[in-house]
Nanobody, 115 residues
């Protein structure tokens, strides 16, 4: 399974970005759990948001109410809409796909939020 993340960029605080993750999972994509993680400079990678195969959604506390994760099983994509961005959201964002205890990672896309 290959994942391709895109949509990162530079934005001022309060702005919005939408991240995209395209997967090569094919017809079994709907059975995958999908996650977005991020890693800020000098920090460990952290889970940002996830959406399971049965539609359960989770967010880390710091992004609740600002980020929205969604998936399109027909297109094999998972998106992350990020609103009201803050400088502390600056990080490389990675998408992850989990299926039968096998996980797959995209290459990361950089998000920079300036104050």
């Amino acid at each position: 399974v290959q994942l391709q993340a895109s949509g990162g960029g530079s934005v001022q605080a309060g702005g919005s970005l939408r991240l995209f993750c395209a997967t090569s999972s094919g017809s079994i994509f709907s059975s995958h759990d999908e996650y977005w993680h991020r890693q800020a400079p000098g920090k460990e990678r952290e889970l940002v948001a996830g959406i399971t195969s049965d539609g359960q959604i989770l967010y880390t506390e710091s992004v609740k109410g600002r980020f929205t994760i969604s998936r399109d099983n027909a297109k094999n994509t998972v998106d992350l809409q990020m609103n009201s961005l803050k400088p502390e959201d600056t990080a490389v964002y990675y998408c992850e796909s989990l299926y039968l205890d096998e996980n797959y990672w995209g290459q990361g896309t950089l998000v920079t939020v300036s104050s």
